[in-house]
């Protein structure tokens, strides 16, 4: 079974800082771009940060500055490290990845793989 399992969300205070990891796993063949969106409850999901195999990253103009998203590709795990956490951060975050899947009988498949989210309360 492949999927993107999430975790390092929680509440913390404005101002505070919060990492994010996101693990593929199964059998993946190899990953393209992967990234973090984020949705408020009655919201369209939006991009946060993404980040090619190659190390080129973009960022929504909201957390320019703030956030940096990195990757391990021998791991195939993206991070998402989040400082100076505002209320308006506050959200569920999905990790998403464009993979390739590799099936028995060497079929492969092309994929947008999203993760189960976790959520992140910026409060005091």
């Known amino acids: 079974q492949v999927q993107l399992v999430e975790s390092g969300g929680g509440l913390v205070q404005p101002g505070g800082s919060l990492r994010l990891s996101c693990a593929a796993s199964?059998?993946?063949?190899?990953?393209?771009?992967m990234g973090w969106y984020r949705q408020d409850p009655g919201k369209e999901r939006e991009l946060v940060a993404s980040?090619?195999?190659?190390?080129?990253?973009n960022y929504a103009d909201s957390v320019k500055g703030r956030f940096t998203i990195s990757r391990d590709n021998g791991k195939n795990t993206v991070y998402l490290q989040m400082n100076s956490l505002k209320p308006e951060d506050t959200a569920d975050y999905y990790c998403?990845?464009?993979?390739?899947?590799?099936?028995?009988?060497?079929?492969?498949?092309?994929?947008?793989?999203w993760g189960q989210g976790t959520l992140v309360t910026v409060s005091s």
């Open positions: 998403n990845a464009d993979a390739i899947v590799k099936y028995t009988g060497g079929v492969y498949s092309h994929l947008k793989l």
């Open positions: 199964g059998s993946i063949f190899s990953i393209n771009a």
């Open positions: 980040i090619t195999s190659g190390g080129s990253t």
